[in-house]
């Protein structure tokens, strides 16, 4: 087998000014500057017969035809398979969000303003100058994980009010993976080339009254990683579907980066000691007056090989059964009375753009029921990886944290990362056991997603299994 390779880069991609996030309906203005750069980073790996590219942008999601223009750009440019290529986004809610139609949820601008459209357009040839980057900077290099924890920084947020409804919150009962799954990337010279963390929180220690793009806490994150293990860091945002943290929609800068630091930290702590050489003692003598025995690491040569393997699968996602026509035309009414006699009042566009949200989606799909017959389900892609005895999973959409943790519990590999927010994202992925409490991610969000109905009980449960069937396909084909 050959010798492992790895390379990692960044690109900025900093959004044109002004321009709008697409992370806060109610956010009425664009933003004019930037707390810190927004980037795209890159790690490319290989063994000589096997290539793959992750990549990680700050932004606040991709749809799926964005992801497949992207992988196909990189595919094109850099020679790596289309399969072997994986987007995650950070979700940050002060990154803008590509989408093949240009809908636009809110913001300053009604519709995309030239130089938004020029940002997307451009998008896939800055992520695919990050791979070719990480390319040309490949070397012999190890892999090793681990897995750290950061209590009490992030909530569940599933919350009950009293009179029966859910709203964001926090929910002290209800489950938060905490863990911080870490993948460490060496040369044979012991230098970092590349730190993968996982977390799974919303990117909102910042809300939307704070008047900046940015990636929030996880550029305080990256900074914190590399000042201690110098190389690349890459965040893959987690199964954040239900998590938000502790403190969080502050209206002033600051709270991001002590977040980001801790995470930082703690990531850094999870792979302090995961050396990814294979070490052995040497014993020397040493002395002159009295004899001394001297102990020193040494790198074993040559290495034993490291494996490398990715496996994608497509699923159909199914949804729950949507409104019936009469109903949306019912509330599309009433959300256009709302909106005029709102608008008649002097009410601005943070008062308006949350009820034109709902009347954009209302309007799409009563004139869709009109032609066709709505879908019943959603393709969406899982894209499983080993590196040696370390693993990444990648699901498309904002999956609930159960989720995640189940799959990482079940995964037979040391230590597992598990990304939302891949290959386009689809939409809010609850566990079965939220259904009944209703609320934003099982009721309404799919609206922003431009699906007829939020995913059914199921959609998370296929989720789990294939990927814990995937993990276990490669530990068994590879080991």
């Not at 002060?94 to 940002?119: D, Q, S, V």
């Not at 040493?286 to 699968?313: D, N, W």
């Amino acid at each position: 087998m050959a010798e492992l390779l790895a390379g990692a880069a960044v690109v900025n991609i900093d959004p044109p000014l002004p321009a709008d996030p697409q992370g806060f309906v109610r956010r009425a203005f664009a933003v004019r500057d930037s707390l810190d750069e927004c980037q795209v980073r890159a790690v490319v790996i290989s063994n000589g017969t096997t290539q793959m590219a992750i990549l990680t942008a700050d932004l606040a999601n991709i749809d799926p035809y964005f992801a497949d223009r992207i992988r196909s750009t990189i595919a094109i440019a850099s020679g790596i398979n289309y399969d072997s290529i994986l987007l995650n986004v950070s979700h940050s809610h002060a990154g803008l969000w590509p989408r093949e139609h240009g809908e636009k949820l809110h913001g300053e601008y009604a519709e995309l303003t030239p130089g938004e459209i020029a940002y997307f357009e451009r998008l896939p040839f800055d992520y695919a100058s990050a791979v070719v980057k990480a390319m040309a900077r490949l070397k012999p290099a190890r892999i090793s994980g681990g897995t750290g924890i950061a209590p009490g920084i992030a909530v569940n947020r599933r919350e009950r009010t009293e009179d029966g409804r859910t709203i964001l919150g926090w929910n002290k009962e209800n489950f938060i993976d905490e863990e911080v799954p870490t993948i460490r990337i060496d040369s044979l010279t012991g230098d970092a080339i590349a730190t993968l963390v996982g977390f799974g929180c919303h990117p909102v220690s910042l809300g939307g009254e704070v008047p900046y793009s940015g990636s929030d806490f996880i550029g305080p994150l990256r900074n914190q990683v590399e000042l201690i293990r110098s190389g690349v860091c890459l965040f893959l945002q987690g199964a954040a579907g239900n998590i938000l943290p502790l403190e969080a929609f502050f209206d002033h800068p600051g709270p991001e980066i002590l977040m980001g630091k801790r995470l930082g930290l703690e990531a850094v702590h999870a792979v302090v000691d995961a050396e990814p050489r294979e070490i052995e003692i040497e014993r020397i003598a040493y002395g002159s007056v009295t004899p001394i025995a001297l102990y020193r690491k040494r790198v074993k040569q040559p290495q034993s090989p490291q494996q490398i393997a990715s496996i994608r699968k497509v699923l159909q996602l199914p949804l729950n059964p949507a409104m019936s026509v009469s109903e949306m035309q019912d509330e599309l009414a009433a959300k256009k009375a709302d909106f005029e006699g709102k608008k008649a009042a002097g009410a601005g566009r943070e008062v308006l753009n949350p009820i034109g949200y709902h009347i954009a989606w209302l309007e799409k799909f009563v004139n869709l029921s009109a032609t066709t017959s709505l879908p019943t389900f959603v393709e969406g892609e899982l894209w499983v990886a080993r590196l040696g005895d370390v693993a990444i999973v990648g699901t498309p959409g904002e999956v609930f944290t159960e989720i995640g943790y189940e799959v990482r519990q079940a995964s037979p590999f040391k230590a597992t990362i598990f990304a939302g927010y891949c290959q386009g994202v689809l939409g809010y992925i609850s566990t079965r056991a939220e259904y009944p409490y209703g609320g934003y991610e099982p009721s309404v969000a799919q609206r922003g997603y431009g699906h007829p109905a939020p995913f059914a009980p199921e959609a998370g449960e296929m989720i789990a299994a294939e990927s814990i069937a995937l993990l276990n396909q490669l530990f068994k084909a590879n080991s």
